[in-house]
């Protein structure tokens, strides 16, 4: 079945730092969908990508889709102690099933002060 | 608008027990489902729905029970607990219509099965 893949689990970084993680997938994903878990509590979405090369700004996150549909990345610049958390990558099990997710393992990022 | 609301938020059973976890929007969502989460293996989907009188198995449904009467009630029942499920549960729902289709999720349900 489909597979949603993030690599390391864990990630430490110095405040102010830059912080890139991706997401790979075995299949192509009509989109894709980043979330975040803070400590304790639970996921909540961040952004969507839907085209192919697309990428998308949120403040000092960027997300981008790869052209072939099958990875994504995020990219962090001069990350905070704010940015602590668990960050995955999720995808449609299949095409017009957009609501059921295949959700990555997820990558914890913590940020040394 | 309370989103997705789950009850309770923390639970310790014996093996063997019985118990429904609580899980309601009213964001008039069709799509629910559930997810457990255990350290390093990420959010894995138990049972969803796609509306009501409609369920369906994820990857990891024996030992839980799902029912969908009404469209925002999701309830998940655990029959006879055993150790292994001792986890963090999330309930999430989603609108099928539209361009996007986050997923919302309520607050967890932290289990602990002695």
């Known amino acids: 079945g489909q597979q949603v893949m993030q690599i390391p689990q864990y990630q430490h970084v110095q405040e102010g730092e830059d912080f890139t993680t991706y997401c790979n997938s075995s299949?192509?994903?009509?989109?894709i969908q980043w979330y975040k878990q803070r400590p304790g509590g639970h996921p909540v979405f961040l952004i969507q990508?839907?085209?192919?090369?697309e990428v998308k700004k949120q403040k000092r996150l960027t997300f981008q889709f790869g052209e072939a549909k099958k990875n994504s990345s995020l990219h962090i610049t001069a990350t905070q102690t704010t940015d602590v958390g668990t960050y995955f990558c999720a995808g449609p099990r299949r095409a017009g099933a957009n609501s059921k997710l295949t959700f990555g393992k997820g990558i914890t990022l913590s940020v040394r002060p | 608008n309370a989103g997705v609301t789950q009850t309770p938020k923390f639970q310790v059973l014996k093996t063997g027990q019985s118990m429904t976890l609580q899980c309601a929007q009213d964001?008039?969502?069709?799509?629910m489902s559930w997810y457990r989460q255990d350290p390093g293996m990420g959010l894995r989907l138990i049972h969803y729905?796609?509306?009501?009188?409609?369920?369906d198995q994820g990857e990891v449904p024996n030992g839980y029970n799902v029912s969908r009467s009404t469209t925002e009630d999701f309830p998940l029942r655990l029959l006879s607990a055993a150790p292994s499920q001792t986890s963090v549960y999330f309930c999430?729902?989603?609108?099928?219509?539209?361009?996007?289709?986050?997923?919302?999720f309520g607050p967890g349900t932290r289990l602990t099965v002695l």
């Open positions: 999430a729902s989603a609108s099928t219509s539209g361009r996007t289709d986050t997923q919302y």
């Open positions: 729905s796609v509306g009501a009188g409609i369920t």
């Open positions: 299949t192509t994903l009509s989109n």
């Open positions: 964001m008039n969502h069709e799509y």
């Open positions: 990508l839907v085209k192919s090369g």
